[in-house]
């Protein structure tokens, strides 16, 4: 059974922390992605990552920064955490291949206060 | 850029009615296009994609869709729909040679019974 794997479903974090959410993938997928999910605004892309150590920024980057150290893994860094993070970040990966499905987390939900 | 855009955040059917959940993409080359649904409190699966074989796709629970280049189109139907398709329905687009994997905003829908 195929998996992506959010390293914690619910995080309460203070003002000012520094925030990582771990995502780990066991298909050897070559691409992995970091969105945030709000109501109304559907799914937003942080950052995308096609390759060990390579990220592209998506269309929401400020304020985050990424981490792909082994294909496997892939990490998202809020460096300063604020209240206008409070979201559901969602996890992704998928084959290199443009036409190939995208298997997801179940999700961190992230609650600054 | 790429771009998609779901048109209605909210769609209320009678259960038995037609099920139509619009998607409108922006793009110079036709891309790979996806429709993904989230049950309540999971994460996203796939439903069906559209990667150039038929322009008719058929996928998961009898949903289907259409692409129509010249309308720059792909809207999901269901012929009748049931109350476990209570949902909410993403639309998505990446680009033939792969990257980005990039969402609508989503589209709630709702059956009546």
């Known amino acids: 059974d195929v998996k992506v794997t959010q390293s914690s479903r619910y995080l309460v974090k203070r003002t000012g922390e520094k925030v990582f959410l771990e995502c780990v993938q066991d298909?050897?997928?070559?691409?992995m992605f970091w969105y945030r999910q709000d109501p109304g605004l559907g799914l937003r892309l942080i950052y995308f990552s096609y390759d060990v150590k390579m990220k592209e920024k998506g269309d929401i980057p400020e304020g985050y920064s990424v981490s792909r150290e082994k294909k496997e893994r892939f990490s998202l860094i809020l460096e300063s955490a604020s209240t206008n993070q409070t979201s559901m970040y969602l996890c992704?990966?998928?084959?290199?291949?443009?036409?190939?499905?995208?298997?997801f987390g179940q999700g961190t939900r992230l609650t600054v206060v | 850029a790429q771009s998609v855009t779901q048109l209605g955040s909210h769609v209320s059917v009678s259960e038995g009615a037609l099920v139509l959940l619009r998607c409108n993409y922006s793009?110079?080359?036709?891309?790979?296009l996806f429709w993904y649904v989230q049950y309540p409190n999971q994460g996203l699966q796939l439903l069906l994609k559209y990667t150039s074989a038929a322009t008719l796709v058929k996928g998961i629970n009898g949903f289907e869709a259409e692409f129509k280049k010249s309308e720059t189109s792909f809207h999901l139907t269901k012929p009748s729909a049931h109350m476990s398709d209570a949902a909410e329905y993403f639309c998505a687009v990446t680009p033939r040679q792969g990257g980005k994997l990039i969402f609508g905003q989503g589209t709630e829908l709702s059956v009546k019974p």
């Open positions: 992704a990966s998928s084959l290199l291949q443009g036409n190939t499905e995208a298997f």
């Open positions: 298909m050897d997928h070559e691409n």
């Open positions: 793009s110079s080359v036709p891309p790979y």
